[in-house]
């Protein structure tokens, strides 16, 4: 297994040194020129101002000197020149061109939010959705089985902004049922943490459920017509234990794969629930810095955040496959 885990995170780190590369460069030869929109910021930006900025920014450099630059800023202290010369604390991701402060301290103002979000609404997949799984699997064909499959088509069918906009309206501004959404630190006061999250959890959870549910029912439908489990049953082993112990075991793999990767796409920022409940998260944050002029230092560092958390996911999901099925190796 260590040989499989080192295997892993050296593709890591390839991966991760590509993604920062293309992403460094698609901001360093995009269309879009920092430099222009700095200028123009500043008012009467003459073609002697934007080659003045462009120079001390450091683009009349080259590409691989800037990205060597930005790569050594994650391991040491760097200075930054945005027309006015900044001090960026190692690791550093730039700074922003609007506020003018570190990315790097931004993102662990913001990330909190995102963090409750994503376990919340995470751990909500998992709890509605693969009981309700099991039990739709476990009555196939009955009433229960055909509401669920038509239950899950219905809301898969519904786009999740209308979905998330209609509770809020209706739970939250018109008739109080749930108190307002926002993010509270859990350190400050941890019932006001978990009542202005309870909503996005809830619409998180009920639209995220129905897929493994789904998932869930097909998983255990497939693993309950397996050799071993008629052997049990002539062996007498119960239907709960059959059920739960051995064909639950195996149908729960397939679901870790999935929510191995929908929970790293939580952790990148919910964009529309951020956005729609009012809640100041890498979602939120990443959308104000696509406004003009746009915020290249930031889109930078949430898709290196991105592609962090999906790499680290699909390693931890590769790791429980064995725990999970003993018929997994990792060599």
Known sequence: MFGFILRRLIAAVVVLILTSFLTFTLFYKGPTNPAAALCQERGRCTAEKQEALETSMGFNDGLMTNYGRFVGGLFKDRTISQGATYTCDAPCLGISFRTKTEVSKDLLTYYPATLSLAIGGGLLYLLIGVPLGVLAARFRGTVFDKVLVGGALVIGSIPYYVFALTAWIFLTLQTSIFPTTQYVPITEDPTQWFLGLLLPWLIL??????????????????????????????????????????????????????????????????IFTESIFGINGIGQWTLTSLRAPTDFPILTATILIFAVFVILGNLVVDLLYAVLDPRVRLT
């Open 205 to 270: 959870g009920i639209t995220g459920a129905p897929t493994y549910a789904r998932y869930a029912r097909g998983q255990m439908l497939e693993a309950m017509g397996e050799d071993y489990i008629r052997s049990g049953k002539a062996k007498g082993l119960t239907q709960r234990k059959l059920l739960f112990k051995h064909s639950l075991r195996v149908a729960i793999v397939p679901i870790v794969t999935i929510f191995g990767l929908d929970f790293a796409a939580l952790l990148s920022g919910t």
